[in-house]
């Protein structure tokens, strides 16, 4: 997601001085192994500093968020701060986008995200996705990247962000390559199996 569709919002936020804000939305499975995501640090620039917020449903937060949520060493307004590498910073905040939670983070001081990245999103699952659209919609500046299931839900899903997030459906090279089983259509079906873009930016030449 990064390679394909953050070079604006990097080279922003390098011009900027500070580190790129990525939001990852509708968090659930990935809790269970936040130190796995210390593998990004190795795939990025050493001169690319991330700071990656968890936006977890309060009732989908692990024990262990809430109990650290009540020590003093953890950023206000978060739930959780991991420094995963000395260029990846992990933070945790429960809530749900337009609900509880302010998308721009008004109110803890970090500022809006440059990206919205969303896991096997499946937009038209769950109403609280909603918000997360309108969101998109009303900030254009911010690159939103989904991944879905298979290639029926991403064209479907993607059709929200219009034409042109329809036509960036891709397949993912980095999908779960084992397919998943499924009995309701002959269709393969992989774990983000399928990239598509809500409000791609390019540098000007």
């Avoid at 096997?120 to 609280?128: C, D, I, P, R, V």
Wanted: aromatic share 10%; with cysteine.
């Amino acid at each position: 997601a990064l390679q394909n569709w953050g070079e604006v919002p990097i080279t922003v936020a390098k011009m900027l001085g500070r580190k790129l804000r990525i939001h990852a939305v509708g968090i659930e499975k990935e809790m269970n192994f936040l130190d796995l995501f210390s593998e990004l640090a190795y795939l990025l620039p050493r001169d690319l500093e991330i700071e990656l917020t968890f936006i977890v449903r309060a009732d989908m937060l692990p024990p262990k968020c809430r109990e650290s949520n009540t020590q003093s060493h953890q950023p206000q307004g978060f739930d959780m701060k991991v420094d995963l590498a000395n260029n990846l910073t992990l933070l945790v905040k429960s809530g749900t986008y337009g609900d509880e939670l302010d998308p721009l983070f008004g109110d803890v001081g970090t500022g809006p995200p440059d990206m919205l990245i969303g896991l096997n999103a499946g937009l038209f699952a769950y109403k609280s996705w909603s918000s997360v659209v309108s969101f998109c919609h009303d900030n254009p500046s911010v690159v939103a990247v989904f991944t879905d299931y298979n290639e029926h839900s991403g064209v479907n899903c993607a059709g929200l962000g219009g034409g042109k997030a329809r036509e960036s459906l891709t397949i993912n090279p980095f999908r779960q390559p084992l397919a998943m089983p499924v009995f309701c259509f002959n269709l393969p079906q992989f774990s983000n199996g399928y990239f598509y873009v809500f409000n791609e930016q390019e540098l000007d030449e």
